[in-house]
Structure formats: C-alpha cells, structure tokens
C-alpha cells in the first residue's frame, strides 16, 4: 500500500495531491503545513472529489509532521515562491531554513524514504534535503527537468503546429537562468526540429524556455506556476512506484559523472523502486559540455553560501 506525503500546502503541494488522487498513485496522501489548518482544509477540499474521480484513498492534513510515518515518497515544496523581481537565487537564506527543517523531520520519521524536492532554488535545496537527511544519493532528487523539459515540448510543438504528444526533448543543467534546453536532441516523431524551424525561432524557443517560469510569475504577481509543477512531480512519483523505469531529466548528485563532481544537477536518469535508478551519460558536444561545466560551478558557488 503506498503513502505519498508532501511537504508545504501551498499551490504546488496542493497541485500535487490532486494529481496523486486523479492519478490513483497511493491510498494515502498526507498534506503538511506550519500554517495551522491549512493543510487540514486543503484535503478536505481534495478528498471531496474521490467520488468523482472514483479515488478510494485517504487523503488528510495536519501540521504533525510524525503523520509522514511509513511514507514511500516524500515531496518537499515548503517554501517561500518567487514573486516578480525575485530570482531562484535570492530565496537561498529564506528556503534554506525551511527546507533544512523538513528534512530533519524526514530522517527522523521516515528514514527509508524517497525525497523529492520542488522548492526554489531548486539545485541548491535538493543539496540541503541530501546533507540534512543522510540519505544515499539515489533517494533524494529534485524536480526540474521534467518540468523544464516539457515547456520546452510544448514551446515546440506550438511553433510547429502539432501535437505537443509528438515531441521529444530534453532540457539539462540548473533549473534557472542557466539551464541547456538541447537543440540536437529535440525532435517531433523522429524529425529533428531543425528541420521544421528556421534558426531564429529554434533560439527564441530555447530562450522562452529559459525563463518560462519568469513569464508566469510575471503574469500571476503574486505567486508561481504550479499546475504542471504538480505534474511533473507525480510523473516522477509515479514512475517510482509502480517500477516504472522511465527516463526523466531529474536534478540528482553528481559524484564524476559528466566530469563534474559534488553538485545536483539536471542529467537524464532512470527511476523506478528504488528512485534513481542508473544516471544516463550522453555525449556532448564542446559547447553543451562547457555550458555544463558552468552550470556545475553556478551550484558550487549556492552551495558555498549555505554554510551547512
């Protein structure tokens, strides 16, 4: 019987859940919040719909942290969101903090569990939740890349006028300003999209990519993307618990591959029961391999700020 539990009731942890009841991914979903009753009114909002998507689970909420007891899959949003004007960079001290505090917590309750961290900045607070925790590097990954990489998609299949269905790319890197959406690898069933797209567009795309998630803070004000955050993280949960082996691009720690070396970053990896399953090396070209590199040393200089 598998037990979801996730950190922080704001958007994207509530985004989760709904997915994680929609998908049918475990009969029990726990939410957590400081904020006293949040979590509580959040699920019971959510668990109200189990007959209209058929779902049999639980679903609750409490600021009880010893509730994630036995949980196969822990997702930590908890977390100030960006706002206009804020980057990812500038949540370090603030997040830092709180994400510590919830990782302390999962290795006390729940010390076989899976992590998963959503919250911002993303490359740096996954390091938090690894150093806090313990736990071997296979079961503690950041969420990034499947987000990333399926903007990216759609920004593709938008300019080329087609199901975004029949899109594959990847996008590796920090899940930032820097990130490296691959141009050679993104294709539309088969056919790479150099040869459906003039230059100029491919390089608008792969710059809208890049600060995706800054156009929606910007329209939103006050908060976040959050819809298909929520989804990108249970796409992940659900490969892991039902031993699915898919490939994602996952934010996990590097330990020589890819020449790079104590920094989570954004690299194609398989996950299945036992989270990350192998770490996927592909060739790169100089140029992507140098924009890795400098990826890799964009992390070391957070890591070096959060003092743990």
Known sequence: MSKISILGAGAVGTSCAQWA???????????????????????????????????????WGTEDFSAIKDSNVIIITAGKPRQPGISREELLNIN???VKSCSEKIKNFAPNSI??????????MVYVAYKITEF???????MAGVLDSTRYRYFIAEAVGISPKDIQALVIGTHGDHMIP??????????????????????EIVKRTKFAGGEIVSYLKTGSAFITPGLSVMEMVESIINDEK???????YLEGEYGIRGVFLGVPVILGKNGVE???????LPEEEASLKR?????????SLLNL
Do not use: M, W
């Open 182 to 203: 691959l141009v050679r690898f993104a294709n539309a069933a088969g056919i790479p999209i150099s040869e459906l797209l003039p230059q100029e567009k491919i390089e």
């Open 136 to 142: 071997p590097k296979n079961r503690v990954i950041g």
């Open 115 to 124: 992590v998963i961290v959503v919250s911002n900045p993303l490359d740096a």
């Open 96 to 98: 830092k903090e709180i």
């Open 21 to 59: 009841l929609i998908k049918n991914l475990a009969k029990e979903i726990v939410l957590i919040d400081i904020i006293p009753d949040l979590a509580k009114g959040k699920a019971l909002d959510l668990v109200q719909s189990a007959p209209l998507f058929g779902y049999s689970g639980k679903i």
């Open 295 to 303: 990826c890799a040393e964009f992390c070391k200089n957070l890591i």
């Open 246 to 252: 898919r490939l994602f691009t996952c934010s996990v």
């Open 278 to 284: 192998k770490i996927i090396e592909i060739k790169l």
